[in-house]
């Protein structure tokens, strides 16, 4: 069993930054591929990026060069830099965790463990 609790959400204006961190709990967080995903209203859930436990990373189209995905396995800590942040990018952040895989899968059916998420609200 793991526990994923997310922080660092909030608001922010156009252009601006943020950085969401994830909390694990349990001794395997190295070995697992983490990734984190998002859900705006009335939307699925959508990947966002991902990272494996060897540092092998997949980011959506939507956030390359703007996000960037990191792990510190001492900490037992995921973490997603947001910068350049645009209107669309407003939706609760999820992070998971996808136990079996050593590749950065892009789909919520890969992923076990979800955290409870952290609303990001970007203003104009």
């Known amino acids: 069993q793991v526990q994923l609790v997310e922080s660092g959400g909030g608001l922010v204006q156009t252009g601006g930054s943020l950085r969401l961190s994830c909390a694990a709990s349990g001794r395997a967080f190295s070995v697992y591929t983490m990734g984190w995903f998002r859900q705006a209203p009335g939307k699925q859930r959508e990947f966002v990026a991902g990272i494996t436990s060897g540092g092998r990373i997949n980011y959506a189209d939507s956030v390359k060069g703007r996000f960037t995905i990191s792990r510190d396995n001492a900490k037992n800590t995921l973490y997603l830099q947001m910068n350049s942040l645009k209107l669309e990018d407003p939706a609760v952040y999820y992070c998971?965790?996808?136990?079996?895989?050593?590749?950065?899968?892009?789909?919520?059916?890969?992923?076990?463990?979800w955290g409870q998420g952290t609303q990001v609200t970007v203003s104009s």
């Open positions: 998971a965790v996808d136990p079996s895989s050593r590749f950065v899968a892009n789909t919520v059916a890969e992923y076990d463990y």
